[in-house]
């Protein structure tokens, strides 16, 4: 049987290789041309605790972590009885059997679990850290992948220029050929899976946290302050490691609190200044925020979401910010959120946001979510010269300028040039002192407002734009809903598909079609159905398929839902 | 405000103590730009949220660039103004209820990362703006509007605080004498780190402490204030330790460490360890 794609699911203890297992199988996919995509969830523990990370190989583009696991491989015996029902039927459950937790265990459903004894076969090639590669070794003889793809993957992976590169290769392989055959002996096996159609682009293979670092620097971001947080820690260490040397700032700070006054005062200093948390962090940077909207600073922050509210689900994923991120402060405020949904977006949404918030002077939230942020997936290497990069406009006139004058985007005084103002997060005049005259506070009100008028350029996706319903799902819910809609088309379904990154503005034209939908399905990870209650609010007939599991999306409960309101939808306008 | 807004509808009562350190400021920054040819627009003054905040807006003369932000965050924008552009100078205006109490938790890591800015604290005991609440230098058992029955709290001792979070330069001073207040400021503002200028600058209306600190030398009454001594070591912490436990408040410089680097210096140290790539490389790095 000819397979596209196939999901294997390592499973086990921190620290038993779970995540470097599920990263060396893609890739050493990716590297002979297949697409892969990872999904991890981690302990919230630094030492042990269960832990499992799934990979998704297919022979073409991923959107998704897949619904089915195909192969189970459980490196302890809990891991087994937690993951083996997700085990599709027909799939393959690889177990330790070194581990001593397996000792005289028989399994229920004997037929599709077999005990591999990983750690023996490793010790017997002379290099215990060859474990992965058994695994690796059964895994091809299951999905029959040719030796020589994995062959390739071990010689590219150890060439290091060392003296000993000759002896760790020849091991490795052994421990391929060693899983390969055990696994052969035992009868079982998936299908074949479609040879790799290589993409014709260079590729990255990138977690997406990683890509939205890349994106940032290269729509020169040089100003960084953060402080740890889950699933946002790993964006500044990327910083503290990459962004140095003159005029560059990366540095971790005392709290959320800091993080968002010290990028104001970046801001202020003409800095490209960004700062990545999550939910706790971002709530106790609300009033900051409201500070950079009121006093016009461009800065840039990003919330990777994870389970709310309060300390939430740190290690889980959810699309539950929206509102927070939309109306982050008190006060009349409403700012420009872009959403991620995949790893490429990551990156370009960097730019985007980074450009906005240079062009309306002020501050931008770049949402992406902890099942974007912890995903490693083989994206197009990104072409730097089809970015445009955007700076904010520099006041290079005369003192006694009036900063925050008229209704329209003023160029931008900074400090140690001309046209000293006060930034003013009291409502001000135009030169930035304190006011209370009505007036004043309506034309400031109404200044702060028209500016976003400037950012309404943002692209989307459309497609079968015809139907009277549509689905339109928002960040990181887009792959699966993406492959839902596929596979609805695919049956037969008339319904219109729509996406966006840009959430605030919404791209005025999409928001026009939008108008004309009888319903506008939106499948999101929260209660209330954010999005489309602010669509709703947009005059756009929109219902929320939700979820709030921690967990994303499956595809197959997504098209039987979006199924179920199409026809609910088409009944009740028959009737009418 | 270079000349008079009416648009401004600010105004601090007549005999504010604010006024003399707004004047003493003023000195500081023009002394400044006579000594490095530097612009005024080369200064930055970060205001916190209440009275003194205000003499953001109160400068006058020539003026320099200015962030009114929000209550208790003074010390954390300065740091990134400071760290965005570290050749600008950057001043940080503050009352006690502003930096002591809401703020407090910004002074430790500051001082733990010797930011190279100059704080001038305006302590008045008492919050005034917002008409008279006590504030963390309020002393213990005073009655005011949110303490009826006398304050529940010990007063804090802002000198001795800053001395044992590891503030590097710290100077007392008293708005009644702007001239010798510029002098500290000054001091500070050279001073290649965390300098903390905290000033008497009492409050007419909720809290006068004017005859407390002057004292009335006529009826024998001493005066709460006294110039720290010539042979005062400020670079020993043990002596400056002494000078706070003495009676009154000293007005001087209590304490100067010139030894320890600067946060923008520290940064530079790190640049020879790490390698600097183009956004090309680092997305080359991860091509496979």
């Given at each position: 049987?000819?397979?596209?794609?196939?999901?294997?699911?390592?499973?086990?203890?921190?620290?038993?290789?779970?995540?470097?297992?599920?990263e060396?199988?893609?890739?050493?996919?990716?590297?002979?041309?297949?697409?892969?995509?990872?999904?991890?969830?981690?302990?919230?523990?630094?030492?042990?605790?269960?832990?499992?990370?799934?990979?998704?190989?297919?022979?073409?583009?991923?959107?998704s972590?897949?619904?089915?696991?195909?192969?189970?491989?459980?490196?302890?015996?809990?891991?087994?009885?937690?993951?083996?029902?997700e085990?599709?039927?027909?799939?393959?459950?690889?177990?330790?059997?070194?581990?001593?937790?397996?000792?005289?265990?028989?399994?229920?459903d004997?037929?599709?679990?077999?005990?591999?004894?990983?750690?023996?076969?490793?010790r017997s090639?002379?290099?215990?850290?060859?474990?992965?590669?058994?695994?690796?070794?059964?895994?091809?003889?299951?999905?029959?992948?040719?030796?020589?793809?994995l062959?390739?993957?071990?010689?590219?992976?150890?060439?290091?220029?060392?003296?000993?590169?000759?002896?760790?290769?020849?091991?490795?392989?052994?421990?391929?050929?060693?899983?390969?055959?055990?696994?052969?002996?035992?009868?079982?096996?998936?299908?074949?899976?479609?040879?790799?159609?290589?993409?014709?682009?260079?590729?990255?293979m990138?977690?997406?946290?990683?890509?939205?670092?890349?994106?940032a620097?290269?729509?020169g971001?040089n100003?960084?302050?953060?402080?740890?947080?889950?699933?946002?820690?790993?964006?500044?260490?990327?910083?503290?490691?990459?962004?140095?040397?003159?005029?560059?700032?990366?540095?971790?700070?005392?709290?959320?609190i800091e993080?968002?006054?010290?990028?104001?005062?970046?801001?202020?200093?003409?800095?490209?200044?960004?700062?990545?948390?999550?939910?706790?962090?971002?709530?106790?940077?609300?009033?900051?925020?409201?500070l950079?909207?009121?006093?016009?600073?461009?800065?840039?922050?990003?919330?990777?979401?994870?389970?709310?509210?309060?300390?939430?689900?740190?290690?889980?994923?959810?699309?539950?910010?929206?509102?927070?991120?939309?109306?982050?402060?008190?006060?009349?405020?409403?700012?420009?959120?872009?959403?991620?949904?995949?790893?490429?977006?990551?990156?370009?949404?960097?730019i985007?946001?980074?450009?906005?918030?240079?062009?309306?002077?002020?501050?931008?939230?770049?949402?992406?979510?902890?099942?974007?942020?912890?995903?490693?997936?083989?994206?197009?290497?990104?072409?730097?010269?089809?970015?445009?990069?955007?700076?904010?406009?520099?006041?290079?006139?005369?003192?006694?300028?009036?900063?925050?004058e008229?209704?329209?985007?003023?160029?931008?005084?900074?400090?140690?040039?001309?046209?000293?103002?006060?930034?003013?997060?009291s409502?001000?005049?135009?030169?930035?002192?304190?006011?209370?005259?009505?007036?004043?506070?309506?034309?400031?009100?109404?200044?702060?407002?028209?500016?976003?008028?400037?950012?309404?350029?943002?692209?989307?996706?459309?497609?079968?734009?015809?139907?009277?319903?549509?689905?339109?799902?928002?960040?990181?819910?887009?792959?699966?809903?993406?492959?839902?809609?596929?596979?609805?088309?695919?049956?037969?379904?008339?319904?219109?598909?729509?996406?966006?990154?840009?959430?605030n503005?919404?791209?005025?034209?999409?928001?026009e079609?939008?108008?004309?939908?009888?319903?506008?399905?939106?499948?999101?990870?929260?209660?209330?159905?954010?999005?489309?209650?602010?669509?709703?609010?947009?005059?756009?007939?929109?219902?929320?398929?939700?979820?709030?599991?921690?967990?994303?999306?499956?595809?197959?409960?997504?098209?039987?839902?979006?199924?179920?309101?199409?026809?609910?939808?088409?009944?009740?306008?028959?009737?009418? | 405000?270079?000349?008079?807004?009416?648009?401004?509808?600010?105004?601090?009562?007549?005999?504010c103590?604010?006024?003399?350190?707004?004047?003493?400021?003023?000195?500081?920054?023009?002394?400044?730009?006579?000594?490095t040819?530097?612009?005024?627009?080369?200064?930055?003054?970060?205001?916190?949220?209440?009275?003194?905040?205000?003499?953001?807006?109160?400068?006058?003369?020539?003026?320099?660039?200015?962030?009114?932000?929000i209550?208790?965050?003074?010390?954390?924008?300065?740091?990134?103004?400071?760290?965005?552009?570290?050749?600008?100078?950057?001043?940080?205006v503050?009352?006690?209820?502003?930096?002591?109490?809401?703020?407090?938790?910004?002074?430790?890591?500051?001082?733990?990362?010797?930011?190279?800015?100059?704080?001038?604290?305006?302590?008045n005991?008492?919050?005034?703006?917002?008409?008279?609440?006590?504030?963390?230098t309020?002393?213990?058992?005073?009655v005011?509007?949110?303490?009826?029955?006398?304050?529940?709290?010990?007063?804090?001792?802002?000198?001795?605080?800053?001395?044992?979070?590891?503030?590097?330069?710290?100077?007392?001073?008293?708005?009644?004498?702007?001239?010798?207040?510029?002098?500290?400021?000054?001091?500070?503002?050279?001073?290649?780190?965390?300098s903390?200028?905290?000033?008497?600058?009492?409050?007419?209306?909720?809290?006068?402490?004017?005859?407390?600190?002057?004292?009335k030398?006529?009826?024998?009454?001493?005066?709460?204030?006294?110039?720290?001594?010539?042979d005062?070591?400020?670079?020993?912490?043990?002596?400056?330790?002494?000078?706070?436990?003495?009676?009154?408040?000293?007005?001087?410089?209590?304490?100067?460490?010139?030894?320890?680097?600067?946060?923008d210096?520290?940064?530079?140290?790190?640049?020879?360890?790490?390698?600097?790539?183009?956004?090309?490389?680092?997305?080359?790095?991860?091509?496979?």
């Amino acid at each position: 049987m000819q397979m596209r794609d196939f999901v294997v699911r390592f499973a086990g203890e921190g620290g038993q290789g779970v995540v470097t297992s599920a990263e060396g199988l893609a890739q050493a996919s990716t590297q002979v041309g297949y697409h892969a995509l990872t999904y991890a969830t981690f302990p919230s523990q630094i030492m042990g605790g269960p832990t499992w990370t799934q990979a998704r190989i297919s022979d073409e583009p991923i959107l998704s972590a897949g619904d089915d696991v195909d192969v189970l491989v459980a490196f302890n015996r809990e891991a087994y009885e937690t993951h083996a029902s997700e085990v599709r039927e027909g799939g393959v459950i690889i177990y330790n059997s070194d581990d001593k937790e397996f000792e005289n265990f028989a399994p229920t459903d004997g037929s599709k679990s077999f005990g591999l004894p990983i750690d023996e076969l490793a010790r017997s090639t002379g290099n215990n850290r060859s474990a992965n590669m058994v695994v690796m070794g059964a895994l091809a003889h299951l999905v029959n992948m040719p030796q020589e793809y994995l062959d390739d993957f071990v010689d590219e992976r150890f060439s290091r220029g060392r003296s000993n590169d000759a002896e760790i290769i020849s091991s490795n392989k052994q421990a391929m050929s060693l899983g390969r055959n055990h696994t052969s002996d035992s009868g079982l096996t998936l299908g074949d899976l479609a040879p790799p159609k290589k993409p014709e682009n260079k590729q990255l293979m990138i977690k997406g946290n990683d890509a939205l670092c890349l994106g940032a620097v290269a729509a020169g971001l040089n100003f960084y302050i953060g402080y740890p947080i889950s699933p946002a820690t790993t964006i500044l260490i990327w910083m503290e490691r990459n962004l140095v040397g003159p005029g560059k700032f990366a540095y971790q700070v005392s709290s959320e609190i800091e993080s968002i006054t010290g990028l104001l005062g970046g801001g202020f200093a003409g800095r490209k200044a960004m700062t990545a948390t999550a939910g706790p962090g971002f709530s106790l940077m609300s009033e900051g925020l409201g500070l950079a909207w009121m006093s016009e600073i461009p800065l840039v922050v990003v919330d990777v979401q994870r389970g709310g509210p309060a300390t939430g689900l740190p290690t889980k994923t959810e699309q539950s910010d929206l509102f927070s991120c939309m109306y982050p402060a008190h006060g009349d405020v409403k700012l420009p959120v872009i959403a991620v949904g995949t790893v490429e977006e990551a990156f370009q949404g960097a730019i985007w946001a980074l450009n906005w918030a240079e062009r309306y002077q002020g501050p931008v939230i770049l949402m992406t979510e902890m099942a974007i942020a912890e995903r490693v997936q083989n994206i197009a290497k990104p072409d730097l010269s089809e970015f445009k990069i955007e700076n904010r406009k520099v006041y290079e006139g005369n003192n006694g300028y009036h900063r925050y004058e008229g209704f329209e985007l003023s160029p931008m005084p900074i400090p140690g040039g001309p046209g000293a103002y006060v930034a003013n997060g009291s409502e001000h005049d135009e030169m930035g002192d304190t006011t209370h005259l009505p007036e004043r506070h309506i034309q400031m009100t109404e200044r702060r407002f028209s500016k976003l008028k400037l950012l309404e350029d943002g692209f989307y996706e459309s497609e079968n734009t015809d139907s009277s319903i549509a689905v339109m799902s928002w960040g990181g819910s887009k792959g699966p809903s993406q492959e839902a809609y596929a596979q609805l088309r695919e049956q037969g379904m008339d319904i219109s598909w729509y996406y966006t990154m840009f959430l605030n503005p919404l791209p005025p034209q999409l928001l026009e079609e939008l108008r004309n939908k009888d319903l506008v399905i939106v499948p999101e990870l929260n209660y209330q159905g954010q999005f489309s209650s602010i669509l709703r609010s947009e005059n756009v007939k929109a219902k929320s398929i939700t979820q709030y599991t921690g967990l994303p999306f499956k595809v197959r409960h997504l098209v039987q839902k979006i199924s179920e309101m199409a026809q609910a939808s088409e009944k009740a306008t028959v009737k009418s | 405000m270079s000349k008079k807004n009416p648009e401004y509808d600010f105004k601090w009562c007549p005999g504010c103590g604010d006024f003399g350190v707004r004047r003493a400021l003023e000195f500081a920054m023009i002394d400044r730009l006579e000594e490095t040819g530097l612009p005024i627009e080369n200064n930055v003054v970060v205001a916190g949220i209440g009275c003194s905040g205000n003499l953001v807006h109160l400068l006058e003369g020539s003026q320099p660039y200015g962030f009114h932000g929000i209550h208790g965050r003074s010390l954390p924008i300065s740091m990134g103004v400071k760290m965005g552009r570290p050749d600008l100078n950057v001043v940080v205006v503050a009352g006690d209820g502003d930096f002591l109490s809401i703020g407090g938790e910004h002074i430790a890591p500051q001082a733990a990362r010797n930011l190279n800015i100059c704080a001038v604290v305006m302590d008045n005991g008492v919050y005034g703006l917002t008409k008279g609440q006590s504030s963390p230098t309020t002393k213990l058992g005073v009655v005011t509007s949110s303490t009826p029955f006398g304050k529940m709290e010990n007063e804090a001792d802002p000198l001795e605080l800053y001395l044992t979070m590891g503030v590097s330069f710290i100077a007392s001073g008293f708005s009644g004498n702007p001239r010798q207040l510029a002098g500290l400021i000054k001091e500070g503002m050279n001073h290649q780190g965390f300098s903390m200028v905290h000033v008497q600058s009492p409050c007419v209306t909720y809290n006068d402490t004017y005859e407390l600190l002057k004292g009335k030398p006529k009826e024998g009454i001493e005066p709460l204030v006294w110039d720290i001594p010539e042979d005062h070591k400020p670079n020993d912490k043990a002596a400056a330790y002494n000078l706070i436990q003495k009676r009154g408040l000293p007005i001087g410089v209590i304490y100067k460490d010139e030894s320890r680097p600067s946060l923008d210096q520290r940064i530079e140290d790190i640049w020879g360890k790490a390698k600097e790539q183009t956004p090309q490389q680092l997305i080359d790095a991860y091509e496979f």
